[in-house]
């Protein structure tokens, strides 16, 4: 996929400006961050999962090598076709030769982040093969022609009345004036339209959550069922995944499991978690008649050597992104590529790299809520931190403004009472500037940031005053 | 150099390991292995670690209940195609069934629904109404495990709209990792059918307007018949 990361500046302001973007956001990643709480709060054993989890992914990274050899043996005596593909071209042509081998006219599509990354669909429909995503929100975003904006609900930016217009657009064999008014009546009428697909496609393509050594497994996680669909009724499954997913065993994925719908949607477990190994047995009365699992690198291989190791345990569940109030407020597209949120600060950098995608560690404020949901425990913030430190090596990094700003500030904090005073005069301006209101609307040389939030009011002391007062017994 | 041997000798770099020291070679290799036989368990959650037979069955019920599964009880196999037959009428549905070759699901007096049609093998677009055995059923999330094969399609499991799973109380264990030992004792060490298919409930997605929606592209509906269970 083309990055825009570049722009993220840019497309972060037309996101906050995005009125039809903005309604969409309101509410929804909100709901998900209610229900994950909610989900959390029924399993009291969930921050000792996180450990177990935490441990089961580092052990297999740290035997990465082992690990996927043993499952590269197991799935091709399963009857599995094994490729490796180092760059996201390797993999594209991989599966460009699979469908013409198969004289492939139309694929079904389950949700796939790793076909995105590889710009999959492009490549498929310029070789003339129709593609058919058949993810509810996959298909959305396919009929609008844009990308994900989020990795587990990729149409989150759409209102429900855009997706009635678009349907409307697209399904011009559907009566004109039929009613469309309700979520269900959307969702059937993308269930007709999807369904006969299933049957007539060539080749069906899948993601992998996971794969397991001790089975050469591929795992696909859904609620809808369109990637069961998608793997059997397709005469050819291929699976797209990358190197970094294998777990060794079926209990140490039981317990990732036990994380991964918890965390994305607040469910208990997803509706379908489906084990795929091999192709059709000999008996078998459905299923496809090849297996194929394409596993990639495309720089993670590099990435397991560095500082940012850690970031190869995610399991995509987007816990991050949910909690994060940077994609709370502008959404997954404004991060220009394919994976939004913390994560994609963390991954897009390393993926891209730092000088196209520079703009997105610097992001974040910090609070740290993506480290505190993470049901792998990657410490997020800290792995952005390593990248604002590699742009700055690289020189990258800081502008004249920022550079000037930096040198009063660390003029004024070396010295301890020029700072308190300078503090003591501010926070009383601030005071005074609110006008008792507890919130500043506008505030000079601050304009980007009250032109979009309030700026919180000071009570009229500093904390250090707070702190003296407190020591000496004061009441408050 | 292929671009498998490349991609792991890539990995191998990074993991700082040298494939010509034999002995850490060995060694690695001995920890997965080590590993991949021995099936260790992680702590099951506390609401099923350690619970009798009954309390699972109470578990599953309420976790099946909060998935939008019907739960219809039968006291015997024998009672099953009279309870398949009754929650089609009930949900207002077409009294014809399909089912794989599974030898207790064909040994079943079918007959005795005067009003219930039977076809066999694999689904058709068609086919309004799947039936399965799973392999087990598991309390902590009300999941049913299921494996692919001429006995249960796996087509049944997705195209028609409507699944019902036949699941003898004996087969309802605590977590995943029991349904998963069930599997191994069914096909073997290491040795899966085509799909193992978790299934908590029917088809679903949140992907318009953040509301769930009942009937993706899966089943619209599912029912358990739950055979011989307190």
């Given at each position: 996929?083309?990055?825009?990361?570049?722009?993220?500046?840019?497309?972060?302001?037309?996101?906050?400006?995005?009125?039809?973007?903005?309604?969409?956001?309101?509410?929804?990643?909100?709901?998900?961050?209610?229900?994950?709480?909610?989900?959390?709060?029924?399993?009291?054993?969930?921050?000792?999962?996180?450990?177990?989890?935490?441990?089961?992914?580092?052990?297999?990274?740290?035997?990465?090598?082992?690990?996927?050899?043993?499952?590269?043996?197991?799935?091709?005596?399963?009857?599995?076709?094994?490729?490796?593909?180092?760059?996201?071209?390797?993999?594209?042509?991989?599966?460009?030769?699979?469908?013409?081998?198969?004289?492939?006219?139309?694929?079904?599509?389950?949700?796939?982040?790793?076909?995105?990354?590889?710009?999959?669909?492009?490549?498929?429909?310029?070789?003339?093969?129709?593609?058919?995503?058949?993810?509810?929100?996959?298909?959305?975003?396919?009929?609008?022609?844009?990308?994900?904006?989020?990795?587990?609900?990729?149409?989150?930016?759409?209102?429900?009345?855009?997706?009635?217009?678009?349907?409307?657009?697209?399904?011009?064999?559907?009566?004109?004036?039929?009613?469309?008014?309700?979520?269900?009546?959307?969702?059937?009428?993308?269930?007709?339209?999807?369904?006969?697909?299933?049957?007539?496609?060539?080749?069906?393509?899948?993601?992998?959550?996971?794969?397991?050594?001790?089975?050469?497994?591929?795992?696909?996680?859904?609620?809808?069922?369109?990637?069961?669909?998608?793997?059997?009724?397709?005469?050819?499954?291929?699976?797209?995944?990358?190197?970094?997913?294998?777990?060794?065993?079926?209990?140490?994925?039981?317990?990732?499991?036990?994380?991964?719908?918890?965390?994305?949607?607040?469910?208990?477990?997803?509706?379908?978690?489906?084990?795929?190994?091999?192709?059709?047995?000999?008996?078998?009365?459905?299923?496809?008649?090849?297996?194929?699992?394409?596993?990639?690198?495309?720089?993670?291989?590099?990435?397991?050597?560095?500082?940012?190791?850690?970031?190869?345990?995610?399991?995509?569940?987007?816990?991050?992104?949910?909690?994060?109030?940077?994609?709370?407020?502008?959404?997954g597209h404004a991060y220009g590529w394919v994976y939004p949120g913390p994560i994609g600060a963390v991954l897009t950098p390393s993926l891209i790299g730092v000088?196209?995608?520079?703009?997105?560690?610097?992001?974040?404020?910090?609070?740290?809520?993506?480290?505190?949901?993470?049901?792998?425990?990657?410490?997020?913030?800290?792995?952005?931190?390593?990248?604002?430190?590699?742009?700055?090596?690289?020189?990258?990094?800081?502008?004249?403004?920022?550079?000037?700003?930096?040198?009063?500030?660390?003029?004024?904090?070396?010295?301890?009472?020029?700072?308190?005073?300078?503090?003591?005069?501010?926070?009383?301006?601030?005071?005074?500037?609110?006008?008792?209101?507890?919130?500043?609307?506008?505030?000079?040389?601050?304009?980007?940031?009250?032109?979009?939030?309030?700026?919180?009011?000071?009570?009229?002391?500093?904390?250090?005053?707070?702190?003296?007062?407190?020591?000496?017994?004061?009441?408050? | 150099?292929?671009?498998?041997?490349?991609?792991?000798?890539?990995?191998?770099?990074?993991?700082?390991?040298?494939?010509?020291?034999?002995?850490?070679?060995?060694?690695?290799?001995?920890?997965?292995?080590?590993?991949?036989?021995?099936?260790?368990?992680?702590?099951?959650?506390?609401?099923?670690?350690?619970?009798?037979?009954?309390?699972?069955?109470?578990?599953?019920?309420?976790?099946?209940?909060?998935?939008?599964?019907?739960?219809?009880?039968?006291?015997?196999?024998?009672?099953?195609?009279?309870?398949?037959?009754?929650?089609?009428?009930?949900?207002?549905?077409?009294?014809?069934?399909?089912?794989?070759?599974?030898?207790?699901?064909?040994?079943?007096?079918?007959?005795?629904?005067?009003?219930?049609?039977?076809?066999?093998?694999?689904?058709?677009?068609?086919?309004?109404?799947?039936?399965?055995?799973?392999?087990?059923?598991?309390?902590?999330?009300?999941?049913?495990?299921?494996?692919?094969?001429?006995?249960?399609?796996?087509?049944?499991?997705?195209?028609?709209?409507?699944?019902?799973?036949?699941?003898?109380?004996?087969?309802?264990?605590?977590?995943?990792?029991?349904?998963?030992?069930?599997?191994?004792?069914?096909?073997?060490?290491?040795?899966?059918?085509?799909?193992?298919?978790?299934?908590?409930?029917?088809?679903?997605?949140?992907?318009?307007?953040?509301?769930?929606?009942?009937?993706?592209?899966?089943?619209?509906?599912?029912?358990?018949?739950?055979?011989?269970?307190?």
């Open positions: 996929m083309l990055s825009t990361t570049r722009d993220f500046k840019s497309n972060a302001r037309t996101a906050l400006g995005d009125a039809q973007l903005q309604r969409a956001l309101s509410g929804l990643p909100g709901g998900l961050v209610a229900q994950r709480t909610a989900a959390r709060a029924r399993l009291p054993e969930f921050e000792d999962l996180r450990e177990v989890g935490k441990q089961i992914r580092d052990h297999a990274l740290d035997h990465l090598d082992v690990y996927l050899e043993t499952w590269e043996a197991k799935a091709k005596a399963a009857g599995a076709h094994v490729h490796w593909a180092s760059t996201a071209k390797d993999a594209r042509d991989i599966i460009l030769k699979i469908c013409r081998d198969a004289d492939a006219k139309l694929v079904t599509k389950g949700k796939s982040m790793v076909s995105e990354e590889i710009a999959l669909n492009a490549c498929l429909e310029e070789a003339g093969v129709t593609v058919a995503e058949t993810d509810l929100g996959e298909y959305i975003i396919q009929i609008r022609g844009e990308h994900p904006s989020h990795i587990i609900a990729p149409s989150i930016h759409v209102t429900k009345e855009e997706v009635e217009k678009d349907f409307r657009r697209v399904h011009t064999h559907l009566a004109k004036d039929r009613v469309l008014e309700e979520p269900a009546t959307l969702v059937d009428e993308a269930r007709q339209v999807l369904r006969e697909k299933y049957a007539r496609a060539d080749v069906g393509i899948t993601g992998a959550n996971f794969l397991i050594a001790e089975t050469g497994s591929s795992i696909i996680v859904t609620n809808e069922g369109n990637g069961d669909l998608t793997q059997s009724l397709a005469r050819v499954h291929v699976v797209i995944t990358s190197i970094d997913r294998v777990i060794p065993t079926m209990e140490d994925v039981s317990s990732i499991l036990r994380l991964l719908a918890r965390s994305a949607t607040g469910q208990e477990f997803s509706t379908y978690t489906t084990f795929s190994t091999g192709p059709r047995r000999a008996e078998d009365p459905d299923g496809p008649e090849a297996y194929h699992v394409v596993l990639l690198d495309n720089g993670r291989s590099e990435i397991l050597g560095s500082e940012l190791r850690e970031v190869l345990r995610c399991i995509r569940c987007g816990a991050c992104m949910n909690h994060c109030p940077v994609y709370n407020a502008i959404g000088k196209e995608a520079g703009h997105l560690p610097n992001a974040s404020t910090f609070c740290g809520r993506c480290e505190q949901v993470c049901p792998m425990k990657i410490p997020l913030p800290k792995l952005m931190r390593q990248h604002r430190e590699a742009e700055f090596r690289q020189g990258e990094g800081l502008g004249f403004a920022a550079r000037q700003g930096l040198a009063v500030w660390g003029f004024v904090a070396r010295r301890p009472r020029l700072y308190h005073l300078a503090n003591r005069l501010a926070v009383r301006a601030l005071a005074i500037w609110s006008g008792g209101a507890g919130a500043i609307r506008r505030l000079p040389l601050a304009g980007g940031w009250t032109k979009h939030r309030d700026f919180p009011a000071p009570q009229g002391h500093t904390f250090q005053q707070l702190w003296a007062e407190a020591k000496k017994g004061v009441p408050r | 150099m292929s671009p498998r041997d490349q991609i792991l000798g890539a990995v191998r770099k990074s993991l700082g390991v040298d494939r010509a020291d034999a002995r850490t070679t060995a060694a690695r290799k001995a920890v997965a292995s080590a590993r991949l036989a021995a099936h260790q368990r992680h702590p099951l959650p506390g609401r099923v670690a350690g619970k009798s037979a009954d309390d699972l069955v109470g578990v599953l019920r309420a976790q099946l209940t909060a998935s939008a599964v019907t739960i219809v009880d039968v006291a015997r196999l024998a009672d099953v195609p009279a309870a398949v037959s009754g929650y089609l009428r009930a949900q207002n549905l077409p009294q014809r069934v399909r089912f794989g070759a599974d030898e207790t699901l064909a040994g079943l007096p079918w007959a005795s629904a005067a009003t219930l049609e039977v076809t066999r093998g694999r689904a058709a677009l068609s086919d309004e109404v799947g039936v399965s055995m799973p392999v087990a059923g598991v309390a902590e999330t009300g999941t049913l495990v299921l494996a692919s094969g001429p006995e249960n399609p796996v087509t049944l499991n997705f195209v028609p709209e409507t699944h019902v799973v036949v699941l003898e109380a004996s087969r309802i264990v605590a977590g995943y990792e029991d349904a998963f030992a069930l599997v191994r004792e069914r096909f073997g060490e290491g040795v899966m059918p085509r799909t193992v298919n978790m299934i908590s409930g029917p088809s679903r997605t949140g992907d318009i307007g953040g509301r769930i929606v009942m009937g993706a592209h899966g089943p619209r509906r599912m029912c358990v018949v739950l055979v011989g269970a307190p």
